[in-house]
Structures are given as structure tokens and as C-alpha cells.
């Protein structure tokens, strides 16, 4: 072997080490979303898109119950569950279990932020979406949503709405 061929085959191995090294460290970030093809699939019904809280008050709180229907023989679940602002918190009850808040994504808890909740065949689960206004003063007509993916093929992406006239 001579020097020349040394340095090239030197050069590959530090090329294969950089590019491994940057994928492991690309596959290991924290706020990975779950593989879709790997969940499943199921299909699901929203009671409601959206409720209209009318008049509240800055200091006061409201919260809207959806109820989310596991139409489907097989398992549905729910995750990357994120609101738009951070005056708007949503929780899910499972089978009487009901999650911590969930938040916009850069606020919460990486375990909230990997959660994948499991809705068995033909139940229900409740999402709680509550509306905090002094988390974040303002009044006049006031919009806010909430996101989660599903392995329902019809329903990847759900977006429900919540609104007010904060007085
Ligand atoms: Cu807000």
C-alpha cells in the first residue's frame, strides 16, 4: 500500500464516521413523532368541531369536552396533541385516566410530547380543551386550536377550535 492509497482510504473511513456520526445524532433528537406506519390504522368521529365559550371574563376559565369515537375493530390512538397558544390547554381521559396538560410544543415535557394514547375498539376518550385568558391578556374575539394526529387514514391531522369574546 502506498501513501497516496493510504490517505484516500483514510479519508473514506473519516467520511463514513462524520455521516454516521451525524445520523445517529440526527435519529437521536428529542422530539421525534412516532413511525404512522407503525401504529396501525382505525377510524374515528369528533362530536364537534369547535365550541363558542359567548362572553367571558380576562380572570375567568372555561373548558369544551370533545368526545372522540373509535369507530373501528381495532385500536385507535392519538398523539402529537399541541395547542396554538399558550393560554390554551388540552387534556385526554382514556378509561377514566386523564393526561397531564398538553401545551404548544415548545412549552411541554418530552414525555407529553412522545405521548400516544390508545382508544380501544368501539370507545370513547374525552378531550379537554381549556381556555385560560389571564395566561395571556387580551379581549375582543379570540380563536385558539388545538392539533393531533390519529392513525385514522381519513383523520391524520384533527384540528378543533375553541372561542370567546373575552370581555
Ligand atoms: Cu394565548
Redesign the pocket.
Given at each position: 500500500m502506498n501513501t497516496d492509497t493510504k490517505i484516500i482510504l483514510g479519508a473514506i473511513v473519516l467520511s463514513v464516521l462524520v455521516i454516521v456520526g451525524a445520523i445517529f445524532l440526527i435519529g437521536s433528537g428529542e422530539s421525534k413523532s412516532p413511525k404512522r406506519e407503525t401504529l396501525g390504522s382505525a377510524s374515528m368521529m369528533l362530536d364537534k368541531n369547535s365550541e363558542d365559550f359567548g362572553s367571558m371574563k380576562s380572570d375567568e376559565e372555561r373548558t369544551a369536552t370533545f368526545t372522540i369515537t373509535n369507530t373501528s375493530d381495532a385500536v385507535l390512538r392519538i398523539w402529537n396533541i399541541a395547542t396554538?397558544?399558550?393560554?390554551?390547554f388540552a387534556s385526554i381521559i382514556i378509561n377514566g385516566q386523564k393526561t397531564g396538560e398538553f401545551n404548544m410544543a415548545m412549552h411541554m415535557s418530552s414525555t407529553l410530547k412522545n405521548w400516544i394514547g390508545e382508544i380501544p375498539p368501539k370507545q370513547t376518550a374525552q378531550l379537554e380543551v381549556t381556555y385560560r385568558?389571564k395566561?395571556?391578556p387580551?379581549t375582543g374575539a379570540?380563536t385558539?386550536q388545538v392539533n393531533f394526529a390519529t392513525n385514522d387514514p381519513q383523520h391524520a391531522e384533527v384540528e378543533v377550535s375553541i372561542k370567546a369574546n373575552v370581555l
Open positions: 396554538s397558544c399558550d393560554c390554551t385568558p395566561v395571556m387580551v379570540v385558539r
